[in-house]
T-cell receptor
Framework: KQEVTQIPAALSVPEGENLVLNCSFT??????LQWFRQDPGKGLTSLLL?????REQTSGRLNASLDKSSGRSTLYIAASQPGDSATYLC????????FGPGTRLSVLP | NAGVMQNPRHLVRRRGQEARLRCSPV?????VYWYRQLPEEGLKFMVY????????ESGMPKERFSAEFPKEGPSILRIQQVVRGDSAAYFC???????????????FGPGTRLTVL
């Protein structure tokens, strides 16, 4: 059974810092991994999708890497801004989509 | 807006009533997923449907819950005889149909927040 964990559970940083969010999964036989952000009381917004054959994807200040063999992905956020404050979720896809519990990020002005 | 649509956005029911949640996928998507998010918890997969077929319902409670995705119209998640523990946010996602397999990038709707009094 696939299990997904995310570290840290919560993170508070001053504006401008670069930061890394971690996602680990137990079953490396995945089709893809997707990173989302969720604002309080809102739905999920897709940030990046990494197919199993890829090692990283970039979008603006975001960079996600995937090491399938070790069951890990990281989301790197450069020059963080208060608008980045949200919960960040990773989800892996093999038989179906399994989500991690999320990292709650607060970027302080 | 061609994204995933869910309605209602908020739904209040009394114990024992029925709740019907609707999801219209992105135009052209034939794969729909339902998730439940309990307060302060992560998203839990419930069911995966294609048009007129349930593909995977391993996350669906065995009683009171059902889902359908008819040939025409939205996908429906139905909860009969609701209890307080059903209070949660229910999210729907859709993905496009690809020749390589059914699993692909998901696009999420805004969710329906169900409150059971």
């Amino acid at each position: 059974k696939q299990e997904v964990t995310q570290i840290p559970a919560a993170l508070s940083v001053p504006e401008g810092e670069n930061l890394v969010l971690n996602c680990s999964f137990t079953d490396s036989a995945i089709y893809n991994l997707q990173w989302f952000r969720q604002d309080p009381g809102k739905g999920l917004t897709s940030l990046l999708l990494i197919q199993s054959s890829q090692r990283e994807q970039t979008s603006g200040r975001l960079n996600a890497s995937l090491d399938k063999s070790s069951g890990r992905s990281t989301l790197y956020i450069a020059a963080s801004q208060p608008g980045d404050s949200a919960t960040y979720l990773c989800a892996v896809c093999n038989q179906n989509f399994v989500f991690g519990p999320g990292t709650r990020l607060s970027v302080l002005p | 807006n061609a994204g995933v649509m869910q309605n209602p956005r908020h739904l209040v029911r009394r114990r024992g009533q029925e709740a019907r949640l609707r999801c219209s996928p992105v135009k052209g998507h034939s794969h729909v997923y339902w998730y439940r998010q309990l307060p302060e918890e992560g998203l839990k997969f419930m069911v995966y449907l294609q048009k007129e077929n349930i593909i995977d319902e391993s996350g669906m409670p065995k009683e009171r819950f059902s889902a359908e995705f008819p040939k025409e119209g939205p996908s429906i998640l139905r909860i009969q005889q609701v209890v307080r523990g059903d209070s949660a946010a229910y999210f729907c996602a859709s993905s496009p149909r690809l020749a390589g397999g059914p699993y692909n990038e998901q696009f999420f709707g805004p969710g329906t927040r169900l409150t059971v009094l």
